[in-house]
């Protein structure tokens, strides 16, 4: 990441900078490490479960597309412990609530050499489609995605019918709180 020289960057720059850093490094430190045992399985899984590069306008637009009740953006990383933990939790709702109007957009925060861990842990869970990876300089991604996120993963986004950002969170969660996230937006008529 080429940055500006340190006398010319504004004092807010230079406070977000710092503060991403300690973000990645405290998220780095809860997440744990990465899986070993998905690499393993990722070989045996055929080339067509691709994951598909996303930038955060990408992500935006998708989310924002209309034709869901409800959209549910999760951003998640295979070497992340809370994010392991919840992702039954997710897939279960994506696939009970899809008829229903639900939109859920799983987007792997993984690194370039890990995608076959990440494609792997996806097939093991049944994860419904489409596979998104976050693709671009993480700062540009953390901050166009939403300005309040630190970097921290978990991540998670609700938006309704027309696109409105109805709830943000960061940290691990579960069916409960997916489940009252996205009922209320689900129980409205129109999509």
Wanted: charged share 20%.
């Amino acid at each position: 990441m080429r940055s500006l020289p340190e006398t010319s960057r504004p004092d807010a720059a230079r406070t977000r900078v710092a503060l991403a850093s300690i973000a990645l490094a405290l998220m780095l430190a809860g997440c744990g490490s990465r899986p070993v045992e998905h690499a393993t399985r990722a070989a045996a899984q055929p080339d067509t479960l691709a994951l598909e590069p996303v930038t955060a306008d990408q992500l935006l637009a998708r989310a924002r597309a209309p034709g869901a009740r409800a959209t549910l953006v999760n951003v998640w990383a295979t070497w992340c412990g809370p994010c392991r933990e919840e992702f039954p939790a997710l897939v279960s709702i994506a696939k009970r609530h899809r008829a229903d109007g639900l939109r859920v957009l799983f987007v792997s925060a993984d690194f370039e050499d890990q995608t076959l861990a990440a494609r792997a842990f996806l097939a093991e869970h049944g994860t419904p489609g489409p596979w998104l990876l976050k693709s671009g300089p993480d700062m540009e991604f953390i901050n166009g995605l939403d300005r309040r996120w630190s970097g921290a993963l978990p991540l998670t986004l609700v938006y309704d019918s027309r696109g409105t950002p109805i709830e943000f969170w960061e940290g691990g969660a579960d069916s409960s709180r997916f489940e009252a996230a996205v009922a209320p937006l689900l129980a409205t008529t129109a999509p």
